[in-house]
């Protein structure tokens, strides 16, 4: 049920190792055989390239593990489910902007009830051009981070962050919620029940310094993958963890009411998204 690549780090690097290993995912090593993308960050700006073909089959895809440098990188292999349509505008990573930020997201799991809400709801940060629920879950995220995003830096420097954790555990509750996201400056990733973690510090790692890389699966036998609790939001920069949340899912049963525009639980009672039960740490500043 597709898989995600993310890396951080402090300096642009080769993961040209890394990037080829998870490129046989795409169908030759794993069942995800319905297309492949890469965003990787160059001079401040995102790069872009999707194919609704299989990864392990892809010349451009290998062309790219051997080219690409970067310090952010964002990648996705598909497994068509919600749709099963197989092109361009299905086809992960997406890229908006929003709040001034360019914003690319990638998601593994299925979460088809968010499509509905978004639908029913009037959201002017993003509007999907395909038909997934990932895309529908992004544009979700984005207009819930618009939100709180101008309270910068009025607001305190997590607000955003601390919006953006709950909402993912009450779209969590709809299904499967795993997705790595970045504004061109952080690289943001919540594991719901299938990701994992690599970090690497600057100590004897000349060419990759202080990095992190992240995967559906570990990528090879490196003792050092670390899973993610049922939950968690781990928010990285250049390399380096500066923040944490767990986002506890809100119940199973969750239905939207429209008018309020907010999520109603099984007993009738409305809960916000800034009432669902977190714990923070803060291990550095954010901004």
Not at 144 to 160: D, K, N, Q, Y
Not at 193 to 211: P, V, W
Not at 280 to 285: R, T
Request: hydrophobic share 35%; charged share 20%.
């Amino acid at each position: 049920m597709c898989e995600l690549f993310g890396l951080s780090s402090d300096r642009p690097v080769a993961a040209n190792r890394e990037l080829d290993m998870f490129r046989l995912r795409g169908g030759g090593k794993a069942d995800n055989p319905d297309g492949w993308g890469i965003a990787w960050l160059t001079n401040g700006v995102f790069s872009l390239v999707k194919e609704p073909t299989p990864a392990h089959q892809s010349n451009l895809f290998e062309q790219l593990c051997d080219t690409t440098r970067s310090n952010l990188v964002i990648a996705h292999v598909r497994k068509a489910s919600f749709p099963t349509v197989i092109d361009m505008n299905n086809t992960h990573p997406f890229q908006r902007v929003c709040c001034g930020k360019e914003w690319v997201f990638a998601h593994n799991g299925m979460v088809p009830d968010i499509v509905d809400i978004e639908l029913s709801g009037n959201n002017p940060v993003c509007c999907p051009t395909g038909k997934t629920d990932s895309e529908y879950a992004f544009c979700h995220l984005l207009g819930r981070i618009a939100e709180h995003f101008h309270g910068l830096p009025s607001a305190t420097p997590s607000t955003w962050l601390e919006n953006l954790a709950t909402v993912s555990g009450l779209v969590a509750s709809l299904g499967k919620f795993n997705f790595l996201m970045s504004d061109g400056e952080h690289l943001i990733a919540y594991g719901h029940d299938r990701l994992h973690y690599l970090e690497r510090s600057g100590a004897g790692q000349i060419e990759t310094g202080n990095s992190v890389l992240i995967a559906t699966e570990p990528l090879d036998g490196h003792a050092a993958w670390t899973a993610f609790q049922p939950g968690e939001l781990r928010l990285y920069r250049v390399g380096k963890m500066i923040g944490g949340m767990m986002a506890q899912p809100a119940p199973a049963t969750i239905l939207h009411d429209t008018e309020a525009g907010l999520y109603r639980g099984p007993e009738s009672n409305i809960t916000r998204s800034n009432n669902a039960r977190f714990a923070m740490q803060h291990k550095g500043d954010m901004t």
